[in-house]
């Protein structure tokens, strides 16, 4: 019971916390950047852990960090594309770095090194791309997309959850997560493409918001979050057992570690641009 309370505590200012920064361009910049820096020192103490693994987190962190913020600044238009340079050097940096220190694995440190780029800072950054759509040709911030993907994944986890322990008995991936299962999945999809509807249906009505989705447009975006949401969970689950752990952290408590609720998001976000890339959406 205590832990359920300290859950559904953390839950909420959770949730609280990521609502809020989207009110205001500065703040869900600052809360997202923290997010990435946080992810990203979790995630490089983890795999340091295994043998002949040395990953530079201070640089690994601050790279990623560096990246998010230039992804917003090119989204934005307020900076030119010149401020890569920096994150390309630093990059390069991290590869030559292993020219002299003698690791006899070096090229597990290489992987691990730029799968922290890869699969964290790049996927969290493109958050900035849906943040920052181009209005008329002139990119402006709006809460309305990320948020509703974020809103998404927190319908989807609820509606499989409920429906998982209710009706679940089908597992949907027994090798990596074997709480899974696809009346859970199915659940939690039934759930988003309701909530895209009226979310469609409601935009619809406001003038600033008309023409950014259409309701089967919304709803397609839904189904992009339910499938990619649940392949980050898995990625992330796959992660941890191959490190041989339970949680990533204990950063949040009741919830784990960063990436352990970030998870989702990794996989969602890039998919969600590419989907609206497609539908020249963006």
């Not at 975006?221 to 499938?227: D, E, H, N, R, T």
């Amino acid at each position: 019971m205590n832990n359920l309370i300290v859950r559904t505590i953390t839950g909420a200012l959770f949730v609280a916390a990521v609502v809020c920064s989207f009110l205001n361009a500065a703040a869900m910049l600052l809360l997202f950047a923290i997010v990435t820096g946080l992810s990203i020192w979790e995630y490089t103490g983890l795999v340091n852990e295994q043998e002949n693994v040395n990953t530079n987190r201070f640089i690994s962190t601050v790279a990623g960090v560096y990246f998010f913020f230039a992804v917003a600044g090119f989204c934005s238009e307020l900076t030119p594309t010149a401020v890569f340079i920096p994150y390309l050097i630093t990059v390069i940096y991290l590869i030559i770095a292993e020219l002299f220190a003698k690791n006899p694995q070096p090229v597990d440190t290489w992987a691990y090194t730029m799968l922290s780029q890869m699969w964290i800072a790049l996927p969290l950054s493109t958050i900035n791309i849906l943040a920052f759509p181009a209005a008329n040709g002139e990119p402006a911030f709006s809460c309305v997309l990320p948020l509703c993907v974020f809103v998404f994944l927190w319908l989807n986890d609820a509606g499989a959850y409920c429906c998982g322990s209710l009706l679940g008995k089908h597992k949907l991936f027994p090798r990596i997560s074997p709480k899974k299962s696809w009346e859970g999945s199915i659940g939690g999809a039934v759930l988003v493409f309701i909530a895209a509807a009226l979310i469609g249906y409601l935009l619809g009505n406001y003038e600033q918001t008309k023409n950014i989705l259409t309701i089967p447009q919304w709803m397609g975006m839904g189904l992009v979050v339910v499938v990619f949401g649940t392949f980050g969970d898995l990625v992330e689950s796959l992660f941890k057992r191959t490190l041989g752990i339970k949680d990533s952290g204990n950063i949040l408590p009741g919830h784990g570690g960063m990436l352990d609720r970030f998870d989702s998001t990794l996989m969602a976000f890039p998919a969600v641009v590419i989907y609206l890339y497609t539908l020249s959406l963006l």
